[in-house]
């Protein structure tokens, strides 16, 4: 996982169950991976990603959204897509002007890599999971250090 350093690498474990699905693995970054199944009714493309964290340059989370967009794109429409991974963005408990890619039960508040997450489901019309139900609080968080508590892993389907 990850370059030389195993810094900011993406991988992803498949139950034994499953692994007879799984028609191909590709790398295609550090933090990007697609891992295409077949299922009974079709082809599932699972992407396990890792967004740039808030304090990395602008250049960097356009380069990387602009990949994942790019993945997700050659996908043919009739295959399943989940993209499932740590998006460094908080999307926030409120909908607004995402009442189609975001259900309204998030955590907290948007901020602006959270914006860019939902612009990224809402122009693929894929949808945030995390959001489409309620929760313990418990639940909701997937990142705390002290007082700080956020949502930062995603599945967006």
Known sequence: MGGEEKLD?????????????????GRHSKKALILRMVLDNGLLNILTVYAPHSGKPEEEKENFW???FHL?????????????????????????GYDGTHGCF?????????????????????????TLFIKQKSHLVTYA?????????????
């Open 9 to 25: 690498g993406v991988g992803i474990f498949v139950a034994e169950k499953w692994v007879n699905s799984a028609v191909s693995v």
């Open 106 to 130: 998030g955590y907290g508040d948007r901020n602006p890599d959270g914006s860019r997450i939902l612009e990224f489901a809402d122009g693929l019309n894929l949808v945030i999971c995390n």
């Open 66 to 68: 602009n990949e994942v």
């Open 72 to 96: 997700v794109s050659c996908i043919p429409q009739k295959e399943m897509v989940v993209i499932a991974g740590d998006m460094n963005g908080h999307v926030g408990s409120s909908n607004v």
């Open 145 to 157: 250090a002290g007082p700080v508590k956020s949502t930062v892993d995603y599945t967006i389907v």
